[in-house]
């Protein structure tokens, strides 16, 4: 028992799990209990969004020292506009609006890939440029216009099970997929050992640019799914609808125990840090704190996490 | 500090477990000045763990520590530092992403100051001249661009180089692993110039030529004891394989002459190196074992870098017939993954057979890494603990179980056995032999004449071409070294 709790508490991932627990009680106290399972419902429907983003920039992350997907927050705002405008409001044309999402969602994830593969541009440059070129079409393709969900697909990502967003259950679901995906496919086991040393995964045959091209493809099409939701959600889409979800991508990647440099990375944790900023935002609010000192508060967990698991490796 | 006290170093009673694993128990070691010490032993006998003792990198779980007389009791890697204690470790410690000359001002606060770059460079330049004339390296260059060979001469330099503090010992360990056998030469020929002024000198070393030659006392280790420590005369290579407890003492190494006859066997590699102008080929058959010699860096690594990558795309000059597996030299930047435990280490080469259906399976890859601990013997009580957790000859066996386990028919071998000791050498000959009888083709890049013994067929390299192409029964040192050294003539 004693060595089990031990083991558990080695987990990367369980202090973001305690943290979400601990400003979800922090917050039921204030209100004395009440709202207490709404609060945990609305969490979830939340967290769903930065999970998905979570999912996709953990696994570009991943790949080592210099990678991150910055393009993003563009992609899900592209996305969504999208999705609303192959929708039409019909709901007979959710299936299609939402693979027009993702095919959007690909197409930005491959023009990363030719902006790093091609033209050699670090990782962190040639997406933080794409961004500023999906933006431009974004506005031109959308002319700035909000355009409504179709009812059903609206109806789809807000409907609860029990008290537990359908959505929610669905998301637990994919991001199963995505833990086997990682820790028990030859693509995943790649992705980690090109985090540790591209060069010796190279040399151990593993095909570095394939697996590369393919992680970024991966955070294009999370990043466009995640904007269709996010328009049904919100009801309506918007070019700044994602722009939220670049600091809380990286923050969930970084709470949820994941290396920030690399090779080493946890799925499970994900979802534990993706309540635990949900639930502190929502403290906050209760707490009736304006938004200036939400975001100080936010930044500061940040930094405390990652000052704390660097500790952990000086050690 | 004393300056007439005869010992530099005193370690009484050193001991030190790693997790389950007793590095030491209770080791004595005693270097005076003027000395040369040679410390031998298998992998995990314990060099290196007392070696980082002395050096101040890893603190002793017991004992005393005791330089130049004065007993130490918070002895760091700083104190080690200002009692004049320097080292050259196994793993190489410059910083690739700084220049030579940078990397020589980490070693010395004092250069400080405008021009502390020139300075610094002029410090380890000099010392370069002294120790290894015409090394040919400019102190600009970004130490991470240079070859392993030459980022091994710098890290020697640096380590003799002097400006507060003088050196009082110098810890080297396996410092000529990469150095081809002129360049070791010039090495401990310095060492031996060094301890005439009064400095002392502790070196680890697998070539038992080199530590019976230049040393003046040989403390031999086992399983974390030191079983034996006299002077070097009273030793000879064969007691000294003994005393360190070799499965196959006394014996050289050196196969069977004539197994196959060349041209027998299909063609599997046929490659041409990029600065070849005269047509001239390496060609390898199934089930041979070539070897790749010459002076270290010219164009070895290079050639079998051009075949790994010939098998995934088609190149110039290359033909191929079979995959293809590498061997590092360098494992710590072309070979292991310092997050992963021993059996991902090993699996990862042939995770494509590891699977059920679709996924890993765990257990197959347990089953996998286990059968070859056994075959190769690695000695790990966990194979589900960290690479790192082995010592580095440990670490090189755990590369060559991947390669090896892996499907590939070519296996390319990029001066594998660094830092591997003489036991384990011998058995890894045998099992390349033995691989290679079963139809296996070896590409073996080696600076030791004792590897080439192994080889069907050798090539001898200079400046980028091959200069030579001798049969066994053609092979000796002379012919290799004069073929590295002038341009050879051949019909």
Redesign the interface.
């Known amino acids: 028992m004693n060595s089990l709790l031990r083991r558990l508490l080695s987990q990367p991932w369980v202090w973001s799990y305690l943290g979400a627990l601990l400003v979800w009680l922090a917050a039921i106290v204030f209100t004395h209990g009440y709202g207490a399972g709404g609060m945990i419902s609305a969490g979830l429907a939340l967290a769903v969004f930065s999970v998905i983003t979570g999912v996709a920039q953990m696994f570009v992350i991943t790949l080592g020292p210099g990678n991150v997907d910055l393009s993003l927050p563009a992609n899900i705002g592209l996305a969504s506009a999208v999705a609303m405008k192959v929708m039409g409001g019909s709901d007979s044309l959710i299936a299609l609006g939402l693979g027009a999402a993702l095919v959007s969602g690909i197409g930005i994830g491959v023009g990363n890939y030719l902006l790093i593969w091609l033209l050699r541009i670090p990782p962190i440059i040639a997406t933080l440029s794409a961004s500023f070129i999906i933006q431009s079409i974004g506005i031109s393709y959308g002319r700035g216009l909000q355009i409504k969900p179709p009812p059903g697909f609206a109806e789809f990502t807000t409907v609860q099970l029990a008290g537990v967003p359908l959505l929610a259950i669905g998301t637990v679901v994919l991001t199963l997929g995505f833990a ?1 995906l990682l ?4 693509y995943g ?1 790649s992705v ?2 090109i985090g ?2 591209p ?3 190279w ?4 095909a570095v640019e394939r697996t590369r091209c393919f992680t970024y493809l991966l955070s294009g099409a999370l990043g466009g799914i995640c904007g269709a939701l996010l328009a049904g959600y919100f009801r309506g889409s918007s070019l700044d609808i994602g722009d939220e979800y670049l600091l809380a991508s990286i923050a969930l990647v970084v709470i949820g125990g994941t ?1 920030v440099s690399g ?2 990375a946890n799925v499970t944790g994900l979802w534990g840090a993706g309540l635990f900023l949900v639930l502190l935002l929502t403290m906050l609010n209760t707490f009736g704190v304006s938004a200036g000192i939400r975001y100080v508060v936010t930044g500061l967990v940040i930094i405390g996490v990652i000052v704390a698991a660097g500790g952990e490796k000086a050690r | 500090m004393d300056e007439h006290s005869a010992n530099i170093v005193d370690l009484t009673h050193i001991e030190k477990t790693f997790g389950a694993v007793r590095a030491l128990a209770g080791v004595d070691l005693m270097v005076s000045r003027g000395e040369c010490v040679g410390l031998v032993g298998h992998n995990g006998a314990g060099k290196s763990t007392l070696m980082n003792i002395l050096a101040g990198t890893l603190a002793a779980d017991a004992g005393e520590i005791s330089i130049g007389g004065k007993p130490q009791k918070h002895y760091s890697v700083a104190q080690a530092h200002k009692l004049g204690v320097r080292c050259v470790f196994q793993e190489l410690s410059l910083c690739p992403n700084l220049t030579v000359a940078e990397n020589a001002r980490v070693l010395h606060p004092s250069i400080a100051g405008w021009g502390w770059r020139k300075q610094a460079g002029r410090l380890i330049r000099e010392k370069l001249d002294a120790i290894f004339p015409d090394h040919g390296i400019s102190t600009d260059s970004m130490v991470g661009d240079l070859p392993i060979g030459k980022r091994q001469m710098i890290e020697v330099a640096r380590a003799f180089t002097v400006t507060k503090e003088s050196v009082r010992l110098v810890i080297l360990d396996e410092p000529t692993s990469s150095l081809d056998s002129h360049r070791a030469g010039q090495l401990l020929a310095h060492v031996r110039r060094a301890i005439t002024d009064g400095g002392a000198c502790v070196l680890i070393s697998h070539l038992l030529g080199e530590i019976l030659e230049y040393t003046d006392r040989i403390v031999v280790m086992r399983d974390g004891k030191v079983v034996a420590a006299d002077r070097a005369a009273a030793f000879s290579r064969d007691r000294l394989v003994t005393t360190m407890g070799a499965t196959a003492a006394g014996r050289t190494g050196r196969a069977d002459a004539g197994t196959v006859a060349r041209g027998s066997t299909p063609v599997r590699v046929r490659a041409q190196p990029v600065r070849q102008s005269d047509g001239f080929e390496l060609v390898a058959h199934q089930g041979e074992i070539v070897g790749l010699a010459g002076l270290a860096g010219h164009g070895q690594t290079d050639l079998l870098l051009t075949i ?1 990558k010939a098998a995934a795309r088609r190149t110039a000059g290359v033909k191929i017939s079979d995959p293809v ?2 061997i ?1 030299g360098d494992r710590q ?8 435990s021993i059996a ?1 280490n090993i699996g ?2 042939s ?2 057979n590891l ?1 059920r259906g ?3 399976s765990p257990d197959l890859e347990t089953r996998f890494a286990e059968s070859w601990r056994d075959k190769i013997k690695i000695l790990t009580p966990d194979l589900r603990n960290n690479i790192l957790s082995l010592s580095g000859g440990n670490q090189q066996k755990a590369l060559f179980a ?1 390669a090896l386990g ?1 499907e590939a028919r070519i296996v390319l071998m990029d001066d594998p056995m660094r830092g591997v000791d003489i036991g384990t050498k011998l058995e890894v000959y045998e099992l390349i032999r033995s691989e290679a009888r079963a139809g296996r083709t070896f590409l073996w890049y080696t600076t030791e004449m004792e590897e080439l013994q192994n080889c069907d067929h050798v090539y001898v390299f200079r400046n980028g071409r091959i200069v030579a192409d001798l049969r066994r029964d053609e092979l000796s040192e002379e012919k290799v070294i004069q073929s590295s050294f002038e341009e050879a003539i051949h019909s």
């Not at chain 2, 930047?333 to 992963?340: A, K, M, Q, V, Y």
Request: zero cysteines; hydrophobic letters at 50%.
């Open positions: 086997v820790h028990r496919t030859i086991r980690l050992a540790q040393n060069r010796a995964a040399l151990a045959g593993i290396s090779g080493k | 790994f597996a590498l590092a930047s072309d070979g292991i993954f310092p997050l992963w991902e990862i080469r995770i494509k699977r679709r996924l890993i991947r892996s």
